[in-house]
């Protein structure tokens, strides 16, 4: 069973920066690297928002609200997918989710990220 879990989250300043982290458990290497990989995020009462993409091939995309200051990685030996986040905003208050396009009904519990003014 995969498992996506997130963290890394908290409460930062206007113009702090956080590190989230998402660890996909019960996944193969050769699957972790196969599929682009992708982080969103959510406010209440809103459609969960594409922030990040990491393609196989190492490409990246990205929001235009968050260009230039979010960069999106990963590290195979551990599985993980990470989010640096540079300059935050208040407008980037929001529940962080990882996600992996080959399991696309699985999602994690994700991590809250809140920036104060």
């Known amino acids: 069973q995969v498992q996506l879990v997130e963290s890394g989250g908290g409460l930062v300043q206007a113009g702090g920066s956080l590190r989230l982290s998402c660890k996909i458990r019960?996944?193969?290497?050769?699957?972790?690297?196969?599929?682009?990989m992708d982080w969103y995020r959510q406010v209440p009462g809103k459609q969960r928002e594409l922030v990040a993409t990491l393609e196989t091939g190492g490409g990246t995309n990205y929001a235009d609200s968050v260009k230039g200051r979010f960069a999106i990685s990963k590290e195979n030996t551990r599985r993980s997918l990470y989010l640096d986040m540079n300059d935050l905003k208040p407008e980037d208050s929001a529940r962080y989710y990882c996600?992996?396009?080959?399991?696309?009904?699985?999602w994690g519990q994700g991590t809250q990220v809140t920036v104060s003014s």
């Open positions: 019960g996944i193969i290497l050769s699957v972790f690297t196969g599929n682009a």
């Open positions: 996600y992996h396009r080959n399991y696309r009904d699985v």
